[in-house]
């Protein structure tokens, strides 16, 4: 699948589709999928939407083009069903065979913003991941009931690497924005935040 947010273009999410071959699209809001409909809906072949915030009925309904909308809590859901099914079927009594995953293998696609010119996917490998998750507590004390504040996009590579690896240590995670960073400073007080410089040298 691949993610719409405000900051992404209609043709980047079409070079972006087109690329990988993707078949759902995540959007951030109803207001942005109505705007971006028109031109994408028509040119993408999705067999499936996920809305993350807001209500399916704000969505224009003919934009769609009969494609099933999910909302978040719905695929939760939906996701929760299929794996009581897999455990009481008849397969899973004789067992899952995983595939095997090389350290070396593709974990993800990283699409840059072009500001050389068109989105370049970027390979990472799992190793790649684990190299960052491995070393990254070098920089802080990470502990279990630490806080971190995250204000960059989770497809910004540094902003998912450093995700990962609160993850694994059992940090607490406090997602803020650009208009709501000061606000939220006060409130949650991190112990963690990572940002570009442009952020800092903007609050001091």
Known sequence: GYA??????VQKLLILCYCN???GLLIDNPEFFNRLAGKFCSNASMRFIVLLWGEKS???NNETLGVPVFSYKEMVKLGREN???????LDARKGYRYEVIGSDDIATLVYTSG??????????????????????????PAK??????SMLP????????CEYFIFTRGIEQVYTTVRTLKDDLRNYKPDYMISVPLVYETLY
């Open 4 to 9: 719409a947010f405000l900051v992404i273009a």
């Open 21 to 23: 071959g993707s078949v």
């Open 58 to 60: 704000r969505l224009a």
């Open 83 to 89: 794996r009581a099914a897999l455990i009481d079927s």
């Open 115 to 140: 500001t050389t010119g068109n989105p370049k996917g970027v390979m990472l490998s799992h190793k790649n991941l684990l190299h960052q998750i491995e070393n990254l507590g070098v920089l802080g």
């Open 144 to 149: 279990a009931g630490d806080r971190f504040l």
């Open 154 to 161: 989770t497809w910004h590579t540094y902003e998912r690497a």
